[in-house]
């Protein structure tokens, strides 16, 4: 099994800063890809950016603001938020895909359970 632990979350003020971090533990062999999601009171979960090696990807509202990156040796995935709105308010989510051995023929999906970010005056 494969834990993922978000942290980081808080209120925060708009315009201001937080950087969200997401641990890995478990049987590991190797994570193919990592992605941060959020989900607003009454809204559908929601990609908000996915690093896959060295290549990220960004949901629009998001670009300019927010920098995935991951410490590969450490097996922790960050979110970097500035600039940060009320309509960001939500609880953000850690995904992985993680293959547990070397004859996995396709990674499996894991979720943490979720940090929450207030952003509010």
């Known amino acids: 099994q494969v834990q993922l632990v978000e942290s980081g979350g808080g209120l925060v003020q708009p315009g201001g800063s937080l950087r969200l971090s997401c641990g890995a533990s478990g049987s590991i062999f190797r994570i193919d890809a990592m992605a941060w999601y959020r989900q607003a009171p009454g809204s559908q979960r929601e990609l908000v950016a996915v690093?896959?090696?060295?290549?990220?990807t960004y949901a629009e509202s998001m670009k300019g603001r927010f920098t995935i990156s991951r410490d590969v040796a450490k097996n922790t995935l960050y979110l970097q938020m500035n600039s940060l709105k009320p309509e960001d308010t939500a609880d953000y989510y850690c995904n992985a895909r993680v293959r547990t051995s070397p004859w996995d023929i396709r990674p499996k999906e894991y979720w943490g359970r979720g940090t929450q970010v207030t952003v509010s005056s």
């Open positions: 690093i896959t090696g060295d290549s990220t």
